[in-house]
């Protein structure tokens, strides 16, 4: 192992600096790593410091093994890490087996790969309709107005979300979701608030008219006398709106940047010469839009070799697992033929991500909207980059779209 050869004041490799995001090369910052240090410590100062994991098996070491690896401290880095998590062992995501099982169990049946195929159809209708809003409507921001609409328009009724309430929802995850950028925002927090408020009346009405949802499965599992508390179906009713909406939204925005890049493969798509299948992976492992999922060591352990201390935070970089050239033939090039495509950009182990059938739907559908022959889609200004060390991706994709 060659731990010791990293250089952790080399400013080149802050992991967790949002200009490396914004304006740097976190590729090749992770390649070097993948090469000189696959389990790395990084030193935070006036913080505690991390592992970071950049190499495909020795990430899915930590994500499979919840044996060694906790989540219930937060699964993401923050500045103040011994500060407590709010949700931590409540939140489905933070919490660690035997309780992961019972919360997740009260999901799967909605969100197995046969029931998200019921929004096939609804996905197609919505990816439609946002994709004829912008055709011939001049420039406008991909990002605004069909990636971050799409998600939730699609899985309102699974999530809970009545139809009046899409915009308002999906406006305050949005908002959630800029605590990737600014941690300790209060905006975000607020609107974090605003989710949970919004939950406990929808969980108050389920319980009086039960209906096909997340919120009502739980009340179902309340009422045969599983024991789980109001406070922790609320918390992961927004662990789940905000996980849908913030996550699609980016493989859409990087997805599209990189067709319009490469416009023979989307042609060889719109052709039926690559599969949809095959296309919609490469999207996901390309843009990969969770960039780091921490866990915490119970024990002392090791990885690869390295011993980890027992409470120290170990971050695995999804981005670059992708990237990892003993797994993946020629990683840096876009193809979206690509096959075998074992991307880890939905995690892997027992938090695998649950709507990953969903967001595999949504994505596929969305795509035969991008490539159809009756549009064309042209870059109309500068992408701009998230500043974020969470969230991977755009936040503004200006183009126009115009019919043929
Ligand atoms: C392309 C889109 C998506 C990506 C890349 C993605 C990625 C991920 C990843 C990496 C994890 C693992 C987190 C961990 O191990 O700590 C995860 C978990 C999760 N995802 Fe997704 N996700 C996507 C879409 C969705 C959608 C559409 C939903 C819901 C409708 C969703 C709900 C969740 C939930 C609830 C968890 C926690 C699962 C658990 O703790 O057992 N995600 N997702």
Not at 193 to 203: D, F, G, H, I, N
Not at 250 to 266: C, I, K, M, N, W
């Amino acid at each position: 192992m060659v731990v010791e050869r990293y250089a952790p004041a080399d400013p080149g490799l802050a992991l967790t600096d949002p200009a490396l995001y914004a304006h740097g090369d976190p590729h090749a910052v992770w390649a070097r790593l993948r090469r000189e240090a696959p389990v790395s410590w990084h030193d935070e100062p006036g913080h505690e410091g991390f592992w970071a994991v950049t190499t495909y098996p020795e990430g899915l070491d930590v994500l499979t093994d919840s044996s060694r690896f906790s989540s219930t401290r937060g699964t993401f880095l923050r500045p103040n890490l011994s500060d407590p998590f709010p949700g931590g062992g409540r939140m489905m995501t933070l919490t660690d087996p035997p309780r992961h099982g019972v919360l997740r169990g009260v999901l799967s049946r909605l969100f197995s790969p046969r029931a998200a195929r019921s929004f096939e159809a609804r996905a197609g209708e919505v990816a439609h309709r946002l994709m004829a809003e912008v055709t011939d409507a001049g420039p406008r921001d991909f990002v605004d107005d069909v990636a971050a609409r799409y998600p939730l328009a699609v899985t309102a009724a699974l999530l809970g979300v009545a139809p009046e309430d899409v915009d308002r929802v999906a406006a305050w995850t949005g908002t959630a979701a800029d605590n990737i950028v600014d941690i300790d925002g209060s905006t975000a927090q607020q609107a974090h608030l605003e989710v949970l408020q919004y939950y406990a009346e929808v969980l108050e009405d389920r319980r009086r008219r039960p209906g096909d949802d997340v919120v009502s499965a739980f009340v179902l599992a309340q009422a045969e006398g599983l024991d789980i508390s109001d406070e922790e179906i609320i918390l992961t009713c927004d662990n789940l709106v905000v996980a849908a909406g913030e996550t699609t939204r980016q493989v859409t925005g990087a997805g599209l940047l990189a067709l319009l890049d490469a416009p023979e493969q989307a042609a060889a798509l719109r052709r039926g010469e690559i599969s949809r299948k095959h296309a919609v992976e490469e999207m996901l492992r390309w843009s990969a839009p969770v960039n780091h999922i921490m866990r915490t060591a119970l024990a002392d352990t090791e990885v690869a070799g390295v011993p980890i201390g027992a409470g120290q935070a170990v971050s695995v970089w999804l981005p670059s697992l992708n990237r990892d050239e003993s797994v993946f033939e020629r990683p840096e090039e876009f193809r979206l033929d690509r096959r075998p495509n074992r991307h880890a950009s939905f995690g892997g182990g027992g938090h695998f991500c649950i709507g990953a059938p969903l967001a595999r739907l949504m994505i596929a559908a969305l795509l035969d909207e991008l490539v159809d022959e009756r549009i064309e889609i042209a870059l109309a200004g500068e992408p701009r980059r998230i500043p974020s060390y969470i969230t991977g991706g755009l936040d503004r994709l200006p183009i126009t779209v115009t019919s043929r």
